[in-house]
């Protein structure tokens, strides 16, 4: 099966809808990704197969469960949620953050040649990174338990915004939360051909 077809299918068992031109953009997104994979390691993931599966659709199961407006996805690595999020959602705006100049030198590169005009993209350490505008919602994928991944973005959070933690089985985490950040909620996702629990978990500050 070739990777139009993986991918159009995973689309289909996840129930959104992704057109074709967007799919084509995210394929495209994933030959960059196998290009300069070779020289800068971005994913341990090589398999072109496993990389429609683990990095886009596992990006793309979110979709439907996402709010409008301003984004910041923290720890952001090769553009993972956040470009394929870009490409899904261009009415959205997605500044995506990470610490390691490697890939967010390729994730600004990967958005200048796809032409992703609702990407920004800063080197920074999120801890310490300040913002003038704050966000709607704020994600990850891969970039802490729950309770740092609050703490550490508290300040960029607007009044009223919302975080989307993507996890595993998340129960664990959530116990460690700090008392005034409550869970709204956790849905639990089947990604295609993703032989691993998935969830969002979706939280908010307890004012």
Known sequence: ????????????????????????????????LQKWNKIYNLTAIRDPKQMVSNHL?????????????KWLDVGSG????GVVLAIAYPDFSFTLVDSNSKKTSFVQQASIELGLKNVVVRCERI???QNEVKFDGIISRAFAETAEFVSLTRHLLKN?????????VPEQELI?????????????????????????VVLRENK
């Open 1 to 32: 099966m070739t990777l139009e077809l993986d991918l159009s299918s995973g689309i289909a068992q996840l129930g959104i809808k992704v057109s074709e031109e967007k799919q084509r953009k995210l394929l495209n997104y994933l030959t960059l």
């Open 57 to 69: 659709l596992d990006s793309l199961a979110v979709m439907p469960h996402l709010w409008p407006g």
């Open 78 to 81: 090769a553009g993972l949620p």
């Open 127 to 129: 801890e310490t990174w």
């Open 160 to 168: 009223g915004g919302r975080w989307a933690a993507m996890k595993g």
């Open 176 to 200: 460690r939360l700090p008392e005034d950040v409550k869970v709204e909620k956790i849905i639990y996702l089947q990604v295609p051909k993703l032989n691993a629990a998935r969830s969002l």
